[in-house]
């Protein structure tokens, strides 16, 4: 297995913020040794119904970073995400700094392209984002450096990243009780999601691990921050060495039963823009299309 460069010794501070309406966690991650820092996986708030868009989430982690005098370097994307839209432009807009995702947003971009009917003017390079990563680059916050791993299985797209001694596992991984992501999406498989956990799981047993969701299973408060260590004892579907074949046919059983999210057709249209709504039309209006019995 691919060995990637991990720094223990580096503790950076992480600020959770949860958004309710989507059981989704984003993070501002600073560095210790400075004002430097980044935000993962950022939430725009959608009424689908009224079609209305706002940015509460979003202002609370502007207002956090600017309450602490930090510096936005970078807005991070685990994975084009298909259960809430991207505040990072929005944010970017605000406070700066670059916005990086996965190289195979390229694949998503394609595959959804088709899907919405998009046409010619909507690129599909990955130009809408200010950094696509390749599995092992680094890239710095302040005096920390952090390093992108290819995590796909969930999405094409998935990447996890690990920042001194915390790790954003995006979709890859739930919280133990919670097992792990979905992966019947296009361009998703079971299989390929198994390998991708398994690298989270070679990192050091004491790395933190940062949820991107958590939806309190039986019950239970919500929660985001595990260990490898803990993973590996007690997560329900690879924990105790589970084989690949036991992991494949119960995800494949498993997705067989779930509904689509209830927000995938307005994500994926924005996320695939990195956070962009489409084009407005020659009167100003902007609009998101539904694909009828395509997904």
Request: hydrophobic fraction near 35%; glycine fraction near 8%.
């Amino acid at each position: 297995m691919t060995s990637y460069p991990v720094d223990m010794s580096v503790t950076p501070d992480v600020t959770a913020f949860f958004d309710q309406a989507t059981n989704t966690i984003s993070y501002v991650v600073k560095d210790p040794g400075s004002s430097s820092c980044a935000v993962i996986d950022s939430v725009m708030d959608i009424d689908y119904a009224a079609g209305r868009i706002t940015y509460d989430h979003a202002d609370q982690i502007i207002a956090h970073i600017q309450k602490h005098a930090l510096k936005l370097e970078w807005l991070i994307e685990t994975h084009v995400h298909a259960d809430h839209l991207s505040g990072a432009p929005y944010i970017q807009q605000k406070l700066g700094g670059k916005l990086g995702i996965g190289n195979q947003i390229t694949v998503v971009q394609d595959t959804f392209g088709k899907v919405f009917n998009e046409g010619t003017e909507f690129q599909r390079d990955g130009s809408q984002f200010d950094r696509l990563f390749a599995d092992g680059d680094t890239y710095r916050i302040g005096s920390m450096d952090a390093v992108a791993i290819y995590t796909p299985g969930h999405t094409p797209a998935c990447m996890v990243h690990v920042i001194g001694n915390a790790t954003f596992v995006g979709d890859t991984l739930f919280m133990p009780d919670g097992g792990s992501a979905r992966a019947d999406f296009p361009g998703g498989d079971a299989a390929t999601l198994y390998d991708s956990i398994q690298k989270v799981l070679s990192l050091p047993e004491d790395m933190r691990l940062f949820m991107c969701h958590d939806y309190g299973p039986n019950g239970r408060d919500i929660k985001w921050e595990t260990t490898v260590g803990e993973e590996k004892e007690h997560n329900i579907h690879v924990g105790k060495g589970k084989t690949k074949e036991d992991f494949v046919r119960f995800r494949t059983e498993r997705d067989a039963q779930l509904d689509m999210p209830r927000l995938i057709i307005p994500s994926l249209q924005v996320n695939m823009r990195a956070g962009q709504l489409p084009p407005k039309d020659e009167q100003g209006n902007t609009f998101l299309k539904v694909p009828v019995n395509t997904l």
